[in-house]
C-alpha cells in the first residue's frame, strides 16, 4: 500500500472530476455515464476488463477524443479539451503503453520534441538542459542525455516519457500500463519515482491489469466494467481475489499446472545462434536450446538483451549463423514461409509494430501468414467469405470483443487487439509456437483463456518458446526458464526450484551460471 496517504486525505482538494461521460464509437458504446473523481496528490488507479473503457476515458482527460456526454473539470475548473496541447496547457502529460519516442533522437531531443525552448527565436539548450537535469534529480532519474533513445532499454525510456511529460509542465499525469514491460527492480524503481512526483504534488492516474502492483502503490482505485465506472475502493478495503471479482466476476486465474509429461521428441533445436548486434557486438551470441514435443521453455530478461532478435531469427527474418531445425527440418537457409510452414506460428513483440494493419478490417488481419493457404484461396484472389468465417471463429474462441470481423483493427482495446494476434497464430495448430508477451495488456479473465490455450495445445504436443515479462507467467507455465542477459544464456533454471525475487537478480545479471 503506497506510503504516503495520511488520515486528511479525504479532505485532499480534486484535481480531476469526471461526470456523466460518454462516448460512441460505430457500434460500440466505449464509455456511458462515467464517474471519476482523482484527489490531488494522490496515485489513483484505474481496473477492469479488456473493452471496459479505461484508455478511451484517459484518451478522453488527455483530450486526444471528445466526449458525446459529460463534464471535465480539472483543479476546480471545467475543461473543453478539443486537442492534448489543451490538455497539456491545463497541466495534465499522458504517457502511453507504446512509448512516443523518436529512436534517432537523442534523449535531449526527444524531451523538448514539440516544447523547444528559445530565447528571441534561437534554440536555447542550455537552459533546457539544466531545467531537464533538475526534473531528473527531483524524480532520481539517471538519463544520459546525449544518447539516441535507441540505446536506451525499456525502463529507462520509460524514464525518457515521464520527464518529457514533466518538462511541459505536467502535474496530473496518466500512465498507461506503465509496468507491462519491467522487471521487478525496474517496478520498484519506477514507484518510486511515483511516490517522489506525489510527495511533491503531482497527482498520478495509472491503468494497470496487475492487481498486487494495484494494491500496492495507489491511494483510490476505480473499477470498470463494460464502459462505466461500477466500484471505488481502496488497498486496505479490498484484497487481489476481491479486486478481480469486481473487474471480471471471478477469481484470479493461475498459470501453474500441466497435465501432461514433456515428450521425447525434438521440436525446436538451435544450434550456436548468433546475430550481429550494433558496433560489431553480437546481439545474440552463440545461443544452443533444444524444445521438446509438449514443453515450454521460458526465455527470462530484461528487454533489450537479445530475445528480439533471437526470435526474429528463428523466423528468418534476421540474418543469423548457426542452425535452426523445426521437427527435424532443417530450416536455416528457408524462407519465413517455410518456416511456417514447416510448423513455426509467433506471437509478436509488439502487436502495433509487427502483428497488426491498424486500419484493415479484422479478417484481413487474421489473415496476415496464411494468405498462400489453398483454403483462403479462389483463383489468384482471396476467398473473402471463408476468412471472415474463419476470423469469426477466432473472434468467438478466444473473446475478441468487437461489432463484427469487419471492424478495423484500430477500434478495438489493446487487449482485444492482443486476444486476435494470440487466436491467429494458435489457431493453425503450429508445432512449434514463439510466444513474445502473449497476456502483455490484456485482463486476468483474458489472461486465464490464453494460459489455457497454451496449455491445450503444449498438451497436445505443440513446443513453445515463451518469452514474457510477466514472472509469475513465466514461473507458473515454463518447464524451463533460460535466462538471457547480454545476447547470451547466462543461466538455465527449474521454476520449481525459484523465486520471483531470485528470477529477476539472474534477468539483470547480479546473479549468472546456474544450471537446472
Known amino acids: 500500500m503506497s506510503t504516503h496517504t495520511s488520515s486528511q486525505d479525504g479532505q485532499r482538494p ?41 484508455s478511451t476515458l484517459m484518451k478522453t482527460l488527455y483530450g486526444m477524443q471528445q466526449p458525446d456526454t459529460g463534464t471535465i473539470t480539472v483543479n476546480g475548473e471545467m475543461q473543453h479539451f478539443r486537442s492534448p496541447s489543451d490538455a497539456i496547457a491545463a497541466g495534465i502529460g499522458m504517457v502511453h503503453q507504446h512509448f512516443m519516442l523518436a529512436d534517432n533522437l537523442t534523449v535531449l531531443e526527444n524531451i523538448i520534441l514539440g516544447s523547444e525552448p528559445n530565447r528571441r527565436g534561437v534554440l536555447d539548450l542550455k537552459s533546457a538542459r539544466e531545467q531537464i537535469t533538475s526534473i531528473m534529480a527531483s524524480v532520481g532519474a539517471d538519463l544520459d542525455l546525449d544518447i539516441p533513445v535507441s540505446e ?92 478481480a471479482e469486481l473487474m471480471v466476476g471471478s477469481e484470479l486465474p493461475s498459470p501453474a ?157 489493446g487487449g482485444n487487439q492482443q486476444k486476435l494476434v494470440v487466436g491467429r497464430a494458435l489457431v493453425t495448430s503450429p508445432s512449434v509456437l514463439i510466444a513474445a508477451h502473449p497476456t502483455r495488456g490484456i485482463d486476468v479473465g483474458a489472461q486465464a483463456a490464453v494460459w489455457d490455450e497454451i496449455r491445450s495445445a503444449r498438451d497436445n504436443g505443440m513446443a513453445v518458446l515463451l518469452v514474457s515479462a510477466d514472472l509469475e507467467e513465466l514461473l507458473g507455465l515454463s518447464d524451463t526458464i533460460a535466462v538471457m542477459f547480454d545476447g547470451r544464456i547466462t543461466a538455465t533454471l527449474n521454476p520449481d526450484d525459484i523465486t520471483a525475487a531470485e528470477l529477476g537478480s539472474y534477468m539483470t545479471g547480479a546473479v549468472q551460471e546456474a544450471t537446472k
Open 152 to 243: 536506451l532499454g525499456v525502463g529507462e525510456r520509460q524514464r525518457v516519457e515521464i520527464v518529457k511529460v514533466l518538462f511541459r509542465g505536467a502535474r496530473i499525469l496518466i500512465l498507461d500500463e506503465p509496468t507491462a514491460v519491467l522487471v521487478p527492480e525496474e517496478v520498484d524503481e519506477l514507484f518510486a519515482t511515483l511516490h517522489r512526483l506525489v510527495e511533491d504534488g503531482a497527482t498520478v492516474i495509472f491503468i494497470s491489469h496487475k492487481l498486487d502492483e494495484v494494491l500496492k502503490v495507489s491511494d483510490d482505485i476505480t473499477v470498470m466494467r463494460q464502459g462505466t465506472t461500477v466500484a471505488e475502493t481502496r488497498p486496505d478495503a479490498i484484497d487481489r481475489s476481491g479486486l
Open 14 to 54: 480534486l484535481a480531476v472530476q469526471l461526470s456523466g461521460i460518454g462516448k460512441r464509437f460505430p457500434g460500440v458504446i466505449a464509455n456511458h455515464d462515467v464517474a471519476l473523481t482523482v484527489r490531488e496528490g494522490t496515485i489513483h488507479a484505474i481496473v477492469g476488463e479488456n473493452g471496459a473503457g479505461k
Open 257 to 413: 499446472g500441466r497435465s501432461t509429461p514433456v515428450g521425447t521428441a525434438i521440436r525446436l533445436d538451435i544450434a550456436k545462434l548468433t546475430v550481429e548486434g550494433k558496433e560489431g557486438r553480437p546481439a545474440v551470441e552463440d545461443v544452443s536450446l533444444r524444445i521438446h514435443s509438449g514443453e515450454i521453455l521460458g526465455i527470462a530478461g530484461v528487454e533489450g538483451n537479445g530475445q528480439f532478435e533471437l526470435c526474429t531469427a528463428l523466423l528468418g527474418i534476421t540474418e543469423s549463423t548457426g542452425n535452426v531445425t523445426v521437427d527435424g527440418r532443417d530450416v536455416t537457409d528457408e524462407s519465413t514461409r517455410a518456416r511456417y510452414e514447416a510448423g513455426l506460428a509467433y506471437i509478436p513483440f509488439d502487436r502495433h509494430r509487427e502483428g497488426l494493419m491498424l486500419t484493415a478490417p479484422l479478417w484481413e488481419n487474421a489473415l496476415l501468414g496464411r494468405e498462400d493457404d489453398v483454403d483462403f484461396q479462389r483463383g489468384p484472389f482471396v476467398n473473402a467469405a471463408t476468412a471472415r468465417q474463419s476470423t469469426t471463429e477466432i473472434i468467438q474462441r478466444f473473446g475478441v470483443l468487437t461489432p463484427s470481423e469487419t471492424t478495423p483493427a484500430f477500434a478495438l482495446s
